[in-house]
């Protein structure tokens, strides 16, 4: 199999390298995630001029006709930075959806806005009880007429501050935890009845908790079929699983490079502590982990379309389980071996192991996957 990229990914991954040298650097990042807003609206336009806002939908929907690889290359480079764009929220996740579900109108509709920056979204798909099961869904949608009334919470919604529209999960028939009886609703965060409270995670992103109080959409407002939401939304997190572990190699190695420099200079009994052959072997255990968290993410982009969904869980799973193991290892790592300046909020360091951490808990955490895997197997 060939893994070499091609010259216009090539030229991509150089694109989105200069973009998080000149923009993304740490004093640059504390300044973006310290404001209200937590991202930059310039920025959002440069991705948007780029195109990289439109690289992963389909040409016929109004986007550029990317594949899960792109995007791979775009979160690895993104990771070397910790962007704070709501990049994930609006393409991966709420992009994904669309993609898996949305009609031909609903795409025509709202992609090409997403491409040009005009609009950004956010899937709403986790509640308070449900932790990583995603069919665990206690938000109701009632049929009223022709439209459906909406009521419930989400936690933990990615990108919910900046959005404009939300992608929300809700409940039409079944039990509580039943896979059938899921459908998935287009609501406007500024429909009567919608709240939106926001507040920066552990890793200076966004998120929030949003509040449906009889809130009503049309039925045109429906992404997939009736009751029919679950497998677009399975879908969906394993394809944001991919992207985030593409951005978990991106911190990785930063976070490996950051280090093996500051074992080179900082001095101890009167020479580099890199000098010592135990930092040096730990140095190496933390550049296998991170190759190792490579491959499966390169594994993943591959194998994140694949028409088989056991297949494409399996292969999400898999690479969720590598990636949780490595970025604990060389985040811990990374940490002790910069000894009390790694764990200050003024050094990068804690910073990229914060992220690496929230990206192992966002989607279902290493056991959650493990045991899945095994199940799927």
């Not at 939908?57 to 930075?81: D, R």
């Not at 290892?329 to 300046?341: R, S």
Request: aromatic content about 8%.
């Amino acid at each position: 199999m060939n893994f070499e990229l091609s010259e216009d990914q090539v030229m991509l991954q150089e694109s989105v390298n200069r973009f998080v040298q000149n923009n993304y650097s740490f004093e640059q990042r504390r300044k973006i995630v310290g404001a209200d807003q937590g991202y930059s609206d310039a920025h959002w336009a440069q991705f948007a001029e780029l195109g990289w806002l439109g690289m992963a939908f389909p040409e016929a929907a109004g986007g550029y006709g990317g594949t899960p690889v792109e995007t791979m290359i775009v979160m690895e480079e993104f990771g070397k930075g910790l962007v704070a764009e709501p990049f994930v929220s609006t393409v991966v996740l709420a992009g994904g959806a669309l993609v898996h579900g949305g009609s031909d109108a609903q795409q025509q509709a709202l992609v090409p806005q997403i491409a040009e920056g005009k609009l950004k979204m956010a899937l709403a798909f986790a509640e308070r009880q449900s932790r990583y099961n995603l069919a665990d869904v206690a938000t109701t949608a009632k049929k009223s007429g022709g439209d459906y009334v909406l009521s419930g919470a989400k936690s933990v919604v990615f990108g919910a501050p900046s959005a404009d529209t939300f992608i929300v999960s809700a409940r039409t028939a079944g039990g509580q935890r039943d896979t059938a009886g899921v459908t998935l609703f287009l609501v406007d965060a500024n429909a009567p009845g919608v709240a939106v409270r926001g507040y920066p995670t552990v890793d200076g992103m966004r998120a929030g908790e949003v509040t449906l109080t009889d809130v009503k959409v049309a039925g045109d407002a429906v992404v997939g079929a009736v009751d029919g939401g679950f497998d677009v939304l399975d879908a969906t997190i394993d394809g944001a699983i991919a992207a985030t572990a593409a951005e978990a190699v991106g911190a990785m190695s930063t976070l490996n490079d950051m280090t093996l420099e500051y074992i080179k200079t900082r001095e101890q009994f009167g020479q580099p502590i890199g000098k010592f052959q135990v930092l040096q072997h730990r140095m190496v255990d933390m550049f296998i982990a991170h190759e190792e968290a490579k491959s499966m993410a390169m594994m993943a982009a591959m194998r994140i379309d694949d028409a088989d969904a056991s297949e494409r869980r399996k292969a999400a799973s898999a690479t969720k389980v590598q990636i949780a193991k490595s970025a604990r290892f060389v985040g811990q790592q990374a940490i002790q071996l910069h000894g009390g300046i790694g764990m200050t909020d003024e050094y990068a360091a804690g910073h990229y192991f914060k992220r690496l951490t929230m990206i192992d808990r966002s989607f279902g955490d290493g056991d959650f996957h493990l045991a899945r895997f095994g199940a799927l197997s």
